[in-house]
């Protein structure tokens, strides 16, 4: 719903910290009722490696949770 990448759990954001713009793309999952998240700087990796970045990373967390038994989908928090 709030995806601004096209990828369940994955969004861009943007954060101003003393008039300075900063930009990130940011890999969400849950495991179990914790909410998890890593974010992947845009300043310091452009902005499509970033994303991809984020992209990978929650694709491997997901590997894992589902290794580890909770049968999480891509779909995952989506409304299909």
Same mark, same amino acid.
């Given at each position: $719903?709030?995806?601004?990448? !096209?990828?369940?759990?994955? $969004? $861009?954001?943007?954060?101003?910290?003393? !008039?300075?713009?900063?930009?990130?793309?940011?890999?969400?999952?849950?495991? +179990?009722?914790?909410?998890?998240?890593?974010?992947?700087?845009?300043?310091? #990796? +452009?902005?499509?490696?970033?994303?991809? &970045?984020?992209?990978?990373?929650?694709? @491997? &967390?997901?590997? *894992?949770?589902?290794? @580890? +038994? #909770? *049968?999480?989908?891509?779909?995952? !928090?989506?409304?299909?």
């Amino acid at each position: $719903r709030n995806s601004t990448s !096209g990828i369940v759990g994955v $969004r $861009r954001n943007t954060k101003t910290i003393s !008039g300075t713009d900063y930009h990130s793309w940011i890999a969400t999952w849950s495991e +179990g009722e914790k909410k998890k998240s890593k974010e992947f700087s845009t300043n310091k #990796f +452009g902005e499509e490696v970033a994303k991809q &970045m984020a992209i990978s990373h929650r694709s @491997q &967390m997901i590997e *894992e949770l589902n290794a @580890q +038994g #909770f *049968e999480y989908a891509e779909s995952h !928090g989506s409304d299909k």
